[in-house]
């Protein structure tokens, strides 16, 4: 059945039990309110996440669920809103567990916001909600970065473009370039914006009592951060911004159409990949 609305929230409840009789799969975007530059709108990573998932959804004939608007970021400026990383993760978690409840088997989790506090906690929170939930052994889930399809976006990783910069604003502009305010594109000191592009966890001061590995140290913004632009804004275009967008939406459906196919073979023949168990005493990585 082809949809006429991919928004589940636009549909009634007998549509998505007319939908889940051929197709089980569901795209759950996620982003924060957070700060983008002077430049860029605090929903940039919310609007990525819309904007791909439904493009996505189209191509796959599958529906988008609700968009989780808050995630952490770690940043402090007005209007970032931080949530725990553990909270999203079990919140996560839980949609996933109503979902499967109700028939869908395919869980394609689409991050607007990539900070890998979240990412990594997501991914490990959602494997051990499978591992203590026999009943969900039969679901794929798929942690899917906007970028992780865009060739154009991992060469200005190379480049040391990270946060609010050339592929962001490039994005933006394609997509809403009316909320996109260049003339208030700003960077930090050159100094300090250089050592984000190094590094761009550089932003974090990070203090402790000791010298002891072990000991938590307490993080906090740095305060030389002003601006908090990560890479080189003032390079962006829209044209980048839609080529990047194209290759996120083609060889992205075209990737996570053959993972559904696979996963619903899978499921009929019961056979499964089995991995080794990784690095060998991760206990002496703590």
Known sequence: MALTHYKMMDCTF???QEYLKNNKTIIIPYGLSEQHGRHLPLGTDVFT???????????LDCLVAPTLNYTFSGGMFPGTINVKPNTLSNLIGEIIESLHLQGFRNFIIMP???GSESLLHLKESLRILKWLNPALSDAMMLLIKVSDFSKTRYQLFDDRDYHAANAETSLMLHLIGDRVR???????????????????DSYQLRESFTELPQEVVQTSQRADIKVGVMGYPEKANKERGKQIFTEC??????????????????????????????????????
């Open 49 to 59: 996440a819309e904007y791909v998932s439904l493009a996505l959804a189209e191509k």
């Open 182 to 200: 260049l003339e208030e594109l700003a960077t930090d000191e050159e100094e300090v914006a250089e050592r984000l592009r190094q590094d761009p």
């Open 112 to 114: 607007g916001h990539c």
């Open 249 to 286: 939406i083609e060889v992205g459906a075209e990737v996570l159409a053959q993972a559904i196919k696979d996963a619903d073979e899978a499921r009929k023949s019961g056979k499964r990949i089995v991995h080794d168990n990784g690095a060998h005493l991760k206990i002496r990585s703590v």
């Open 14 to 16: 007998p549509e998505v």
